[in-house]
């Protein structure tokens, strides 16, 4: 059974919205976004929003939360996403590798078909609403698996219905150009000029704590159950080849680096971690500010 | 302005605030108190320290106050409505932050208590592990009680129960509803009694509270933004120029503020008619009634019930609600009756001479002795002059 993992990292989008909103700040670029819903948040709020990421689909589930605006998914859109629709013939057995491993032959077949499905979408926003709708239903299989006769067994056509209309309901407009693209650190701070750059660094040896529910949903997404990421964490400039301190901090220090143009910067961290955040931000930001609302959410705030 | 100073006054102004929560959000008076009593039980089951279960008492109290700050206009889709409807528990915390004292944790739980397993809930979108697990388990005590009161004079808590289950795994994590499920076990039907958590308010203003929360239900609209400082000072003035009224000034300019209740349920197109008129009588009779009822969910507050609901009265018997006469009417009352209407008409378009009106202060005059008392209209002349 494939272990999920018990610790979440906590961004939240209000958080970083009181914080930034306390200090004037407009616009903001998270070149480390993940899952935008943070993102998302902010725009709602009027907050100019960027964020790039090198795992495909998080870029995508951006293009329907954070750059699309306008674009909802219809019943007869969602119909034509979690159905098998007549006349078309789908690579059913395109996730068979995971059948009996981690899901049934019944959900392997629905990961076939929606994949196809949302492959044929006719724009980046749906397509990206439905990803996220649809990696839900993911979650919650894997979820189901753990603790089989505690939580309803819902049909997945059903399941990915409820998901993808709640998904939808997220999409709202700050009259503003947003943008996510997939791409490292430098490249997304060198396309956008913000007041603010959000960092929330991923751990040293993330690629060793990858989420199952990030990297299958790569997977699925990329049309290969084999597929692994870690080569995604290599390429980054944390995936040094020594895995010590000094290369992490160098690391960091290089994003704060490509983030100089930027008045602020904010690091997010834990309690714990923040003296050490703070000693790497100091060089390239002369005022520190540490605000600690719980120990394991803790943001260092640099200022120009 | 301090009328109350003491802990038990103070935890009176919670339990007020919790019942403004309640008629925001639409629900039976005490409502956010029995979330909050069964939130406080089941965190003392699930183990959790001093700290965490008043903080857990604390914002399922104050879960929905947040909801004052959210002012949804009128037509738009009911999708933006939704959405600006996630802002509420943000909002909530930071009331919270001002009040001061309570624990830390509170604004945090009242912040992310809407927050589901499955990262679909709001305002965050956070999931799993991280959404604090005693934010999550107010919000199961919230739905079980929100379930109970949807099924009426019957209740069922197992069937409470069963609608909590259903949500495990979406809504609920897995491991907190299995919690759940042997708090209910292990308390059977006395998972909302009376419970008071071990944390003092000592310091708190309980009243400042109060008098902030009115002037956030004021500031909800533009024609009431400002209308607690201007009906205190009002009342001052009238009770300044006539000692004769014999009322307590301060009492009476807390009562004047604490009218602002009203305006948390019932239409608020009653507004739109003149305030001396009969037509919008039973609105504001309505008003007042709704004003009454929410300060009774706390016994400090309780006295000012009974003033603030006969605010509609009229000095010749033919107000409402109970058509009292004359003297039987609360002399506080009486003053709040031409204070209220005298601060309606400034400014509106029943006292403007260009729509044919005369000014406020004559139109107050024309009422005394038929809708209000002769004694205070006089006083209220005397201080305009």
């Given at each position: 059974m494939i272990d999920l993992g018990e610790r979440t990292r906590r961004v939240s989008g209000s958080r970083l919205h009181d914080l930034i909103a306390e200090r004037g700040i407009r616009s903001i670029v998270d070149p480390f976004m993940g899952m935008p819903t943070h993102l998302n948040y902010l725009k709602r709020h009027g907050i100019i929003v960027h964020g790039g990421d090198l795992v495909e689909w998080f870029v995508r589930a951006g293009e329907g939360l954070v750059v699309n605006d306008f674009t909802v998914l219809r019943d007869s859109e969602v119909a034509e996403i979690v159905e098998m629709l007549p006349g078309r013939i789908y690579p059913i057995d395109l996730f068979k590798g995971w059948d009996g491993v981690f899901f049934s032959q019944e959900q392997c077949e629905y990961l076939g078909v929606w994949h196809a499905n949302v492959h044929n979408l006719r724009s980046d926003g749906q397509t990206?609403?439905?990803?996220?709708?649809?990696?839900?239903?993911?979650?919650?299989?894997?979820?189901?698996?753990?603790?089989?006769?505690?939580?309803?067994?819902?049909?997945?056509?059903?399941?990915?219905?409820?998901?993808?209309?709640?998904?939808?309901?997220?999409?709202?407009?700050?009259?503003?150009?947003?943008?996510?693209?997939?791409?490292?650190?430098?490249?997304?701070?060198?396309a956008v000029r913000t007041d603010c750059v959000y960092i929330a660094p991923p751990g040293r040896n993330s690629a060793k704590k990858a989420d199952a529910r990030?990297?299958?949903?790569?997977?699925?997404?990329?049309?290969?159950?084999?597929?692994?990421?870690?080569?995604?964490?290599?390429?980054?400039?944390?995936?040094?080849?020594?895995?010590?301190?000094?290369?992490?901090?160098?690391?960091?220090?290089?994003?704060l680096q490509a983030a100089e143009a930027s008045p602020y910067v904010v690091v997010q961290t834990t309690a714990a971690e923040a003296e050490r955040f703070a000693k790497i931000v100091r060089p390239f930001r002369s005022d520190i500010q540490i605000v600690s609302p719980h120990p394991e959410e803790t943001y260092v705030i640099g200022k120009k | 302005m301090t009328l109350l100073r003491s802990d038990a006054a103070t935890g009176d102004a919670i339990r007020l605030l919790s019942a403004i929560g309640d008629a925001l959000g639409g629900h039976e008076a005490g409502f956010a108190m029995r979330v909050a009593q069964t939130a406080a039980r089941f965190a003392l089951h699930r183990g959790a320290n001093a700290e965490t279960v008043a903080a857990s008492y604390y914002a399922a109290a104050l879960h929905e106050i947040g909801a004052v700050r959210v002012v949804v206009p009128e037509n738009i889709s009911e999708r933006e409505a939704a959405i600006a409807a996630w802002d509420a528990p943000v909002a909530g915390a930071a009331i919270s932050a001002t009040i001061g004292r309570l624990p830390h944790a509170t604004g945090d739980y009242i912040r992310w208590h809407r927050e589901a397993f499955d990262g679909t809930g709001f305002p965050d979108k956070l999931r799993?592990?991280?959404?604090?697990?005693?934010?999550?388990?107010?919000?199961?005590?919230?739905?079980?009680?929100?379930?109970?009161?949807?099924?009426?004079?019957?209740?069922?808590?197992?069937?409470?129960?069963?609608?909590?289950?259903?949500?495990?795994g979406r809504t609920f994590a897995i491991n907190v509803v299995r919690e759940f499920r042997e708090f209910f076990a292990a308390t059977a039907t006395g998972f909302d009694e009376p419970f008071e958590p071990e944390w003092s308010l000592d310091g708190i203003d309980g009243d400042a509270i109060v008098v902030a929360m009115c002037n956030e239900i004021d500031a909800r609209e533009e024609r009431t933004l400002?209308?607690?400082?201007?009906?205190?000072?009002?009342?001052?003035?009238?009770?300044?120029?006539?000692?004769?009224?014999?009322?307590?000034?301060?009492?009476?300019?807390?009562?004047?503020?604490?009218?602002?209740?009203?305006?948390?349920?019932?239409?608020?197109?009653?507004?739109?008619?003149?305030?001396?008129?009969?037509?919008?009588?039973?609105?504001?009779?309505?008003?007042?009634?709704?004003?009454?009822?929410?300060?009774?969910?706390?016994?400090?507050?309780?006295?000012?019930?009974?003033?603030?609901?006969?605010?509609?009265?009229?000095?010749?018997?033919?107000?409402?609600p109970t058509r009292r006469k004359g003297e039987a009417i609360d002399p506080i009352a009486r003053v709040l009756a031409v204070a209220v209407a005298a601060d309606a008409l400034q400014g509106s378009m029943y006292a403007n001479a260009a729509n044919g009106y005369p000014e406020a202060s004559a139109r107050i005059a024309v009422a005394a002795g038929t809708q209000f008392d002769p004694a205070v209209v006089a006083a209220y002349l005397k201080a305009c002059a």
């Open positions: 990206g609403l439905a990803i996220v709708g649809l990696w839900h239903v993911l979650c919650y299989w894997l979820q189901k698996a753990h603790h089989p006769d505690e939580m309803a067994d819902l049909p997945p056509s059903e399941l990915a219905w409820q998901y993808i209309r709640a998904t939808e309901r997220w999409v709202c407009t700050n009259n503003a150009r947003n943008t996510v693209r997939r791409a490292d650190f430098n490249a997304t701070l060198s990030i990297w299958m949903w790569e997977a699925w997404w990329q049309g290969d159950p084999y597929l692994n990421i870690e080569h995604y964490y290599r390429d980054t400039v944390f995936g040094q080849r020594t895995s010590d301190d000094g290369s992490y901090d160098r690391a960091i220090s290089s994003v | 799993w592990n991280g959404i604090p697990h005693a934010a999550m388990a107010i919000n199961i005590a919230r739905a079980f009680i929100a379930t109970i009161e949807a099924q009426g004079e019957d209740p069922s808590p197992p069937e409470a129960l069963f609608a909590i289950v259903g949500e495990c400002g209308r607690g400082e201007r009906l205190d000072a009002l009342v001052r003035a009238i009770a300044g120029a006539s000692p004769d009224l014999r009322i307590d000034t301060d009492r009476a300019a807390f009562a004047a503020r604490l009218t602002s209740l009203g305006r948390l349920r019932g239409d608020r197109r009653a507004d739109d008619f003149d305030p001396l008129a009969r037509l919008g009588r039973e609105a504001r009779a309505a008003a007042s009634a709704s004003a009454a009822q929410t300060l009774s969910s706390a016994p400090a507050y309780a006295p000012y019930a009974a003033i603030v609901a006969q605010t509609e009265e009229w000095f010749d018997g033919k107000g409402l």
